[in-house]
Each structure stands twice: as C-alpha cells, then as structure tokens.
C-alpha cells in the first residue's frame, strides 16, 4: 500500500520519464511557455560525458557495459527490447539513425487496404519532424524528392559518404536502386556546442565525444538554466484522478533511496514519457473502483495494438576492394520500396547497405581445416580481404493485431509489490499470411542485389523479435478508436498528455526514434497552449 | 551460420570486446599496442599485474604473430596482451545484448589460466627438448604450439580472446582482431574505431608505409 504521509511538490507540467520524448517536450516547453517543469525519472543518472572516453574503452576493451547501473533490477519484462531505466532513458545508447516514416505509413488501409490510417497524414507531422531534427541536430542528404519529401532542408550537411559506402552506393545503383546518406542525429558539423563526429564508430552503446545526439545533452542544458527539476530514483506508481473530476489530480511516486518516501506530485497538467511499456503501464497500475480498468481505459485499448517492425538482413560479398572500419555504423539507404508499390501484396520496406567484414575476419584455420599462425594466418587473411562485404537489411512493416499487447502480469511483482508488464507480441491476420512471403521476396531482392554486382548472398537471416517498438497507447480519432487523440491527449482526462511511441498506430520500415520525438513535438504544442507563452524568447 | 541483427549487434559488442582499442581522441596509436601513452615503468608493472611472463609470452608471439611486426613490435604486442589481461575486471555488468533484456557480468579472469598454460609449455619444451621454451629454435616452438592450440581449440573462428581455451590463440585473436591488425592486413591506414576527421572518409585509406620483414626465422 501506498503510506499516507507523503510529501507534496507541485508544478505546472509533470513529465513521467527522462528519455528522448521527454526530453523534447521539456525543451521545447522551457523555450516557449512559463511553466514550472518537473521530471521524474525511476532510474538514475548517467556517467557525465568526461567519462564516456574511458567507458567506451573498457566496452572495447573488455564488453563491459559503458552505461553501468542504467535500469532497474525488478524491472525486467519479458520480451522487452532493452533493460533502460535511466536519465536519457533508450537514446543514451541508441544509434542515432533518423529517418522518417513515409507518408503512405499513415494511410495503409486507403492506399492498400491494410491495417488502420492514422488521424494525422505526413504532411500534419512533417513541421514536427524538421523541428525534432533541428532540436537534436540530424545531418542529412536530400533524396530523390518523390522518394523522400520534407518541407525543409536538413538543418546539417550530411555525414559525407566514406570510399566504402561511395562504392557500395554505385553497385546498388546499378540494380536500378537509388541510395543514399542515411540521416543520422550525429553531427557532420559542430553543432549546439557538440562536436562533429570523428568516426570513433562506436555510436552504439556510447559516442565518446556526444557527436551523437543522446538526451543528457538537453537535460544538462536545462538543469544547468534551472529551466527544469528533474527528480532521480523516483517510480511513479499511480496517477490519481481528482474526486468528481475525470482530471488526473496527482502522481503518486516513491522515492527508491531508504527509507521510500511517498511524493505527492501535483501538476496542472502530466505527461507520460515512459515509451511503449512503462506508459501503458502506469495507466492500467492506476486501476481503481472509478476506474477498474486502469486510467484512460474504457475503449479497452491500454495496452494493446504494440506495433513495430521485423527486418531481413544478410551478407553479400562483392568483387570490390573495400576497407572495413573507415565509417562502420554508417549507412545508405533508399525509400525505394515503402512508396510505390513494388509488389503485388502488401510489402514495404526501407533497404540499408553498410561496409562490413563479415566473411573477412583472420581465422584460426583455413577452409581445409588446416591450423593458421602467425604469417600464415596474415597470409590467408591477406588473401580474402582482396574482395569485399556489403551488409544489407531491410525493416518491412508489420501490421499489429488488437492481441499485441501488455497486460499486467500478477505473478511478477517490482519491489514495491505493483504487477510488472507482459508482453505478447501478435501480428495482424494479413501480416500472420504474408510473413514467410514478405521474408521470401526481401531474400529475393538480396540475391539480385548480388547477381548485379557479380557477388554472393552469404547468408541471410530474419530476427523473431519487431524492433522499435510503440503502440500500447494508439491515437485515434474518437475515444471507441484510440486512447488519445493526434496530439497525443487522453480522450478521458483532459489534463493527461501520452507522448511518442507509445501513441503510434503502425510501426512503418524504418527506424522509429524521430518519429517518437515528432509525434511528442507535436503533443509538446498543445500541451503549450494551456500556458503563457515567454517574453524572453527561446534558446 | 545465420548471423540475425541481433547476432550481428551482438558479434559487434564481442569484436569491439576483441581488438584490444585503447585509444583517446586525436591520439592515433594504441597504448597498449604501441606503447606509447604510458611510461615504460608504468606498463611494465601493469604487464606483471597479469602474472604473465612478458619474455615467454614474446617467445610465444614470434611464432603466432606476423613476423612483420620485427621483433620489438612482437615485444610490444606481448607487453600489451599482458597489461591488457591484468586489466580485466570479473562480475562487472556487460554491455546489454540488442533486442533482450538480459544482464550478463563479466566471468573469472582468464589470465590464472593462461599462466599455468605458459609453464606447460615450459614443461613441454623441456621434456621433449631438454631446454627451455625460449630456448627453442622457432619451428620447435611453432611444433609445440601447435599441438596445444589444436588439443583446445575446435572453431574456424579466432574465438575472443577472453574465452580463447589457449594463451596462444588468446594473443593471435587479442593481437589479429585489433586495428593495429587490420591496417597491416590491408596494408593501409584505416585507423578503425580511432577518432578521425570525417572529411577524410570519401578517400581511400593512404598506404602503410612499408616495414622491414623480420628477419629472424
């Protein structure tokens, strides 16, 4: 039970999570409006960027994890992507890759009869997207216009494409495929006081010099302008309508250090950050006599409809002389295949091509077995290194079925006695069809890939898992359709804000961070509206 | 053997955990490596942390390094592998496989292993040889090695270095998966994983400026 003696910190805008959507929201909010923000954060903070050099060489040294006490022990899920639970929360390790979903994301179900369109088109969330690229700094090359349409340019020049990738770019390209510089939050320029990227290429886990956009950067920013509280070891347990109101009055929290103080958070209007597990799971932890079903609840759809995406990936070597290790983590890639249709059923997907070494390492023994050492190994190595590698992968998108969802799990608990999540991930019935379909033609497309560069498909393979994930909370135009309208605000309670992942309806093909962060922007704006704006201009 | 976007991350963490890279911004050599970035006193005693005989393991190296290296780059390679192993730290929180919400910590360190493997081949050298490993001409020494290397290690792979059953193939894989390596394998600069400007990563990596072959076996 939650003890009644609680301490009580008020504030204008309460933010449950410290990752990259809250992040936005909270900067954006901070530069705009006066509002008293506070951040509550269950985890801790992270090692300052001094230390990122000398952790990033134990990871290389030893594979020791560069971001030590980054979650929580009891809160582990079973099927979770990642176990982060920190100050920057996913982002401080990710890769930084920013593309964005394409505008046929958001209306599947006119263009091709499939899954759910979306209460808002591209175009809606497009002036969010440049504003998520400009808050975090997203270097960028402008693709073919009908592949790749935005309203403005990247705000920095693109990561310039290495002798790898240039070479790789015109083996695609002679398949009919166009490619080109990944967009990428790692800065080609300085930029926002950060430093231009120097290839350390080692973005994930951790850039040694925060060329990477990562959300401490934000979060140092504004603590150090006293523009935000940010509260650490802080579990928000329940959010608490007010009596006779459906407007959530308060948050219950418990301090994590001895002796576990109760806080009463109350804020005029709560913002839930915590991505596609802890969101939902705040809402149906909130259940009560008024609520049974959890806050947010009464179409039923807390928790369900988890999206995101399964990919195909392989290995094909090529006659080219490459250089694994000139710029490894970088990429091209082409949005070729999530436009037109290129298919006669439903399948898009992005396709990416990155340098690689696989099926170039040194070995210990040649393809006879025969034992190698010392000049006979460099010998050998020397040998298969002539001819290159080129990974290749593609996202395609998967439609999720009511049933992908999170419940409560009553037999798991956290240290505070609260059900943990569970996952149960399930495809749609038209993606359950075409799965063995959709992995067959992307196997297909490897293979032409190969024959038109005179290579080999090495092996390919598919992950079981869907990646970026979201859902849990989806937007909908009418309280029967979603949990929270476009602009990510409950349908119930008025005063109660869903940000980023959590909110999508589809998981599109293409990595799915940016989109978080546009789609909280966009949130971020009306949330704005119920505050004065400032005098004294932004940052 | 498929390798998955989740084997691959994974096989990134464990190569990244391989090559033995302790280099700082806009300082292009590997300490441990070249030795550089330390005064020699300090990585002697950092090299005798490890308990491994820095002058068996250069023995060792003669015969399962190139030979490229010349014999003070042998030297060096050794003296790294060394203070390198005493740096390893046990039930210390690896990095996070993608996709899963496993924790995994750092097993017991492997160097206590590889020093008893050492005085085995000291043992060995003497009982078949009646001199020391050091002692042996290389093509003996290269015999001994071999045999132990094919007694433990099963794969194609160089496995990594942590979890090599044998101190050889643990610095040929500490020493072959490094970027110091793949510059001599490519006979380039390439520069893996060391920070530079990324305007130069459009050009072909300049060559390695050519080195005398070692000329002792």
């Known amino acids: ?539 | 053997m498929p390798l998955s976007r989740r084997s691959f991350l994974g096989w990134l963490g464990a190569l990244a955990a391989t090559v033995g890279l302790r280099r700082r911004a806009h300082a292009s050599p590997t300490p441990a490596l070249s030795g550089a970035a330390e005064p020699p006193e300090t990585r002697e005693a950092a090299a005798q942390g490890s308990g491994l005989d820095v002058a068996l393991l250069t023995k060792l190296g003669e015969v399962v390094l190139p030979g490229e290296l010349g014999a003070d780059g042998t030297a060096r390679v050794a003296r790294g592998f060394a203070q390198w192993s005493a740096g390893y730290r046990a039930r210390t929180e690896l990095v996070h496989p993608y996709g899963s919400a496993t924790i995994r910590v750092s097993g017991e360190p492997p160097a206590p292993r590889w020093r008893l493997q050492l005085q085995d081949l000291q043992r060995e050298a003497r009982a078949r040889h009646r001199r020391a490993f050091s002692a042996l001409t290389a093509g003996e020494r290269r015999e001994l090695v071999s045999a132990a290397i094919l007694a433990t290690e099963r794969g194609e792979r160089l496995p990594d270095p942590i979890a090599a059953t044998h101190v050889a193939t643990a610095l040929m894989a500490w020493y072959f998966r490094s970027p110091e390596a793949a510059d001599l394998c490519y006979r380039a600069r390439i520069g893996k994983q060391q920070c530079r400007p990324l305007v130069n990563s459009p050009r072909e990596p300049l060559p390695l400026a050519p080195r005398a072959a070692r000329s002792d076996r």
Request: with cysteine; proline share 6%.
């Open chain 1, 1 to 539: 039970m939650i003890r009644s003696q609680r301490r009580v910190i008020e504030a204008d805008v309460c933010i449950v999570g410290s990752g990259i959507t809250a992040a936005m929201v909270a900067e954006k909010l901070a530069d705009e409006r006066n509002a008293r923000i506070l951040v509550v954060e269950a985890g801790d903070e992270m090692p300052p960027l001094r230390d990122w050099y000398g952790l990033r060489r134990r990871f290389l040294d030893y594979g020791e994890s560069p971001w030590p006490r980054d979650h929580l022990d009891d809160a582990g899920v079973e099927g979770m992507q990642s176990r982060s639970m920190c100050v920057g929360g996913l982002a401080m390790h990710w890769g930084g890759v920013t593309p964005r979903f394409s505008p046929e994301d958001f209306k599947t179900k006119s263009l091709c009869g499939v899954g759910e369109d979306w209460p808002i088109s591209y175009e809606d969330l497009d002036p969010h997207y440049q504003e998520a690229e400009v808050r975090m700094g997203v270097a960028g090359e402008q693709g073919p216009v009908e592949l790749d349409p935005r309203g403005k340019p990247f705000p920095m020049p693109m990561l310039p494409l290495s002798w790898n990738l240039d070479r790789l770019k015109t083996w695609v390209a002679s398949a009919g495929i166009p490619m080109w510089s990944q967009p990428s939050a790692k800065n080609s320029v300085p930029y926002k006081g950060r430093s231009a990227c120097c290839r350390n290429d080692t973005c994930t886990p951790i850039c040694p010099i925060g060329a990477k956009y990562s959300p401490d950067a934000t979060w140092r920013a504004l603590r150090a302008s006293n523009r935000v509280t940010l509260l650490t070891r802080t579990l928000v347990r329940r959010l608490v309508p007010a009596a006779g109101s459906e407007r959530i009055e308060m948050a219950l929290a418990v301090r994590r250090d001895p002796p576990g103080e109760t806080l009463e958070l109350r804020a005029r209007t709560f913002v839930l950050a915590g991505g596609y597990i802890w969101s939902p799971h705040l809402l149906l932890l909130s259940a009560s006599s008024r609520h049974p079903n959890g806050l947010s609840n009464r179409s039923g759809l807390v928790g369900k409809y988890l999206t995101g995406h399964r990919n195909v990936g392989g290995y094909i070597s090529l006659p080219i002389r490459l250089y694994p290790g000139i710029n490894e983590q970088h990429s091209l890639v082409t949005r070729h295949f999530m436009r037109r249709p290129r298919y006669d059923r439903y399948l898009r997907h992005d396709l990416r091509v990155w340098e690689s070494g696989v099926g170039k390492e040194p070995r210990l023994r040649d393809a006879a077995g025969t034992l190698l050492m010392g000049d006979q190994l460099l010998a050998d190595w020397r040998e298969r290194t002539q001819t290159g590698t080129a990974r290749v992968r593609c996202y395609y998108d998967v439609i999720p079925a009511r049933e992908s969802e999170l419940t409560l799990d009553a037999s798991r608990k956290n240290v505070w006695g609260d059900p943990l999540p569970k996952l149960s991930w399930r495809d749609a019935a038209v993606s359950r069809d075409l799965r063995a379909w959709s992995e067959e033609q992307i196997r297909s497309l490897f293979e032409t890939l190969a024959r038109a560069g005179d290579g080999r498909l090495l092996r390919s393979s598919s992950d079981d898992f869907q990646d970026h994930p979201g859902g849990g909370c989806r937007m909908g135009a009418t309280a029967a359709d979603g949990v929270v309208n476009s602009h990510g605000r409950s349908h119930e309670h008025e005063n109660l804000f869903i940000i980023g992942a959590p909110t999508m309806v589809s998981g599109s093909c293409a990595n799915g961070t940016l989109t978080f962060c546009a789609l909280a922007l966009r949130s971020a704006a009306e949330i704005g509206q119920a505050f004065p704006a400032r005098t004294t201009g932004g940052h």
